[in-house]
Nanobody
Framework: VQLQASGGGLVQGGGSLRLSCAASGRTFSSHAVGWLRQAPGKERELVAA????????YYVDSVRGRFAISRDNAQKVVWLQMNNLKPEDTAVYYC???????????????WGQGTLVTVSS
């Protein structure tokens, strides 16, 4: 599975962005996918994750109610809709996939490159 993240950019606080994670590979539909972020000087953290079927989702407390993760296995895409963005959401966002079940995932076998999200105050 190969992943490519896109959709980052500069946005004012309170604004919205939608990140996309496009996948290649026949087995993508059997992988859970997570969006993780890493801000300067901070450790990488899991923001949201979605099960292979899309029936289950996970959100870190700081984004719950503002972010929404979804997927379309036919199109091999996972999205992260980010609303009411705050300056503290500024980070490089990565998508990652794992064959192993359970949310939140404990690890990932496949990673996309990062996409930078910058939220101005």
């Amino acid at each position: 599975v190969q992943l490519q993240a896109s959709g980052g950019g500069l946005v004012q606080g309170g604004g919205s962005l939608r990140l996309s994670c496009a996948a290649s590979g026949r087995t993508f539909s059997s992988h859970a996918v997570g969006w993780l972020r890493q801000a300067p000087g901070k450790e990488r953290e899991l923001v949201a994750a979605i099960s292979w079927s899309g029936d289950s989702t996970y959100y870190v407390d700081s984004v719950r109610g503002r972010f929404a993760i979804s997927r379309d296995n036919a199109q091999k895409v996972v999205w992260l809709q980010m609303n009411n963005l705050k300056p503290e959401d500024t980070a490089v966002y990565y998508c990652a996939a794992t064959r192993h079940g359970g949310l939140p995932p404990s690890g990932y076998e496949y990673w996309g490159q990062g996409t930078l999200v910058t939220v101005s105050s």
